[in-house]
């Protein structure tokens, strides 16, 4: 168990819809990054949070975008929903200054019909 | 942003030691090495980290050459638990950028 939660585990929408998925961090962790996992792509960093803040940008979509709450817990939000956006999506975490080690959550698995 | 390139695959045997190699070629001055385990279903498992020459924790070992162009993690008598796929990351210096290898899958065979 590393320590990061996300919810829900499967989500199954439509084709055009919006989606939110939650993370909540490891305790004390200041930063959250959001991955994409498809089976062609391999695993693509999002974006990345620090302390509230959006740190760095990386292969996100403009119909995506993410925040980090006071409390630190993280969402990411898809909208317009398309078939290629099926895809496991892993928040991960980690502590300040420490970049390079990440926590990752179990994942969100999403399927677009 | 750094390109790193690894093996698809690599088979072993029970109590062998296995080198996986990745390459990136195009590293900067300030970008750090690190390689995650990733098994089905779960999310990605860090394993060891470096900047140059060789670190080694309980688990394995990381080679840098000079060049830092390359890198290999280096598992001591793998066993079959270890069958898993395994990432090599260029993360640069104030992980702005966060780039994965495509993996390489390890299957460990009795």
């Known amino acids: 168990d590393s320590g990061v939660t996300q919810t829900p585990k499967h989500l199954i929408t439509a084709t055009g819809q919006r989606v939110t998925l939650r993370c909540s961090p490891r305790?004390?962790?200041?930063?959250v990054y959001w991955y994409q996992q498809s089976l062609d792509q391999g695993l693509q960093f999002l974006i990345q949070?620090?302390?509230?803040?959006?740190?760095a940008k990386g292969n996100i979509l403009e119909r995506f975008s993410a925040q980090q709450f006071p409390d630190l817990h993280s969402e990411l939000n898809l909208s317009s929903l398309e078939l290629g956006d099926s895809a496991l999506y892993f928040c991960?975490?980690?502590?300040?200054?420490?970049?390079?080690?990440?926590?990752f959550g179990p994942g969100t698995r999403l399927t677009v019909t | 942003l750094a390109k790193t390139t690894q093996p698809i695959s690599m088979d072993s045997y029970e109590g062998q030691e296995v080198n996986i190699t990745c390459s990136h070629n195009n590293i900067a001055t300030n970008d750090y090495i690190t390689w995650y385990q990733q098994f089905p279903s779960q999310g990605p498992r860090f394993i060891i980290q470096g900047y140059k020459t060789k670190v080694t924790n309980e688990v394995a070992s990381l080679f840098i050459p000079a060049d830092r162009k390359s890198s290999t993690l280096s598992l001591p008598r793998v066993s079959l638990s270890d069958t898993a796929v395994y990432y090599c990351?260029?993360?640069?210096?104030?992980?702005?950028?966060?780039?994965f290898g495509s993996g390489t899958q390890l299957t460990v065979l009795p």
């Open positions: 990351l260029v993360v640069q210096g104030s992980a702005r950028q966060l780039t």
């Open positions: 305790s004390g962790d200041l930063s």
């Open positions: 991960a975490s980690s502590a300040q200054g420490n970049y390079w080690e990440q926590y």
């Open positions: 949070y620090y302390n509230g803040e959006e740190r």
